[in-house]
C-alpha cells in the first residue's frame, strides 16, 4: 500500500501486478479444474478473491490502463496505485461470476488489519488509518479477526447466503458499491486486458 514507485518482473506497476494480474493468473490455472468439479454432484466451488475497502480510493476512471507498464509516478499517489489494483479485485471477482455462474465468486474486504501493511506505514499515515477507524466506529483488527471475513466466505457461509459477484465487508456483510465498480462495460474491458496480459505470460 505504501510501497515506492516500481515495475514487477514482467514490466507492470508493482500493485497491479502482484495483487491483480498475479491472482488472475493462478485462477487462470485453476479454472479448468474447478470447472470439472462443478459438475459433480452436490459440488459448491467457490473463488475467494481477497480486495480492500481501499478500492474506494483510485483513478476516477477505475484503471489508468494507459500507464500500467510504467512506474505510475505522474501524479499517482501511492494509495490510489493500491486502490486500482484492489478495485480490479472486485471488479474480477463480478466478471468471473458473470462469465462462470457455476461457480460461486466472491471479493472480501478482511477489515482494517495490523498487520505490516498497516504497521509499517509512516507515522502520520499510521495515525490517519487508525483515526479513520475511529471516526467509522470501527477498530483495526488483529490477524486472526482479519482472517474471519475471507474464512466466512470461502467455508463458512451457506452457498445460499452469497451473491455470486458480491463484495462482503466483515463479516458478511454486502458491501456498497460505485458506478464504477458495478459498471459492467468496465468489467469486460478489465477481463479482456488481464486475458491478453496472462496470454502473453503463458
Excluded: C
Aim: a positive charge.
Amino acid at each position: 500500500m505504501d510501497h515506492p514507485p516500481a515495475l514487477s518482473v514482467d514490466g507492470f506497476e508493482i500493485h497491479f501486478a502482484t495483487n491483480h494480474l498475479g491472482h488472475s493468473m493462478l485462477i487462470r490455472k485453476l479454472l479448468p479444474t474447478l470447472l470439472a468439479t462443478v459438475k459433480k454432484p452436490g459440488a459448491d466451488v467457490r473463488i475467494v478473491i481477497l480486495t480492500s475497502v481501499g478500492w474506494r480510493v483510485r483513478p476516477s476512471d477505475g484503471v489508468t490502463y494507459n500507464t500500467l507498464k510504467t512506474k505510475q509516478e505522474n501524479g499517482l499517489a501511492s494509495l490510489y496505485r493500491y486502490g486500482q489494483s484492489k478495485l480490479a479485485n472486485l471488479v474480477y471477482a463480478k466478471e468471473l461470476a458473470r462469465r462462470y455462474p457455476g461457480i460461486t465468486t466472491v471479493s472480501v474486504h478482511p477489515g482494517t488489519v495490523a498487520t505490516d501493511l498497516v504497521l509499517k506505514l509512516r507515522p502520520l499515515q499510521r495515525r490517519i488509518v487508525y483515526i479513520s477507524q475511529f471516526v467509522q466506529g470501527k477498530r483495526v483488527l488483529t490477524e486472526a479477526e482479519g482472517a474471519l471475513n475471507p474464512l466466512w466466505a470461502a467455508a463458512g457461509a451457506d452457498k445460499k447466503r452469497l451473491e455470486n459477484g458480491g463484495y462482503y465487508e466483515p463479516v458478511g456483510v454486502l458491501g456498497k458499491l460505485d458506478a464504477v465498480a458495478t459498471d459492467v462495460k468496465f468489467a469486460r474491458q478489465l477481463w479482456e486486458y488481464t486475458q491478453e496480459v496472462l496470454d502473453k505470460s503463458e
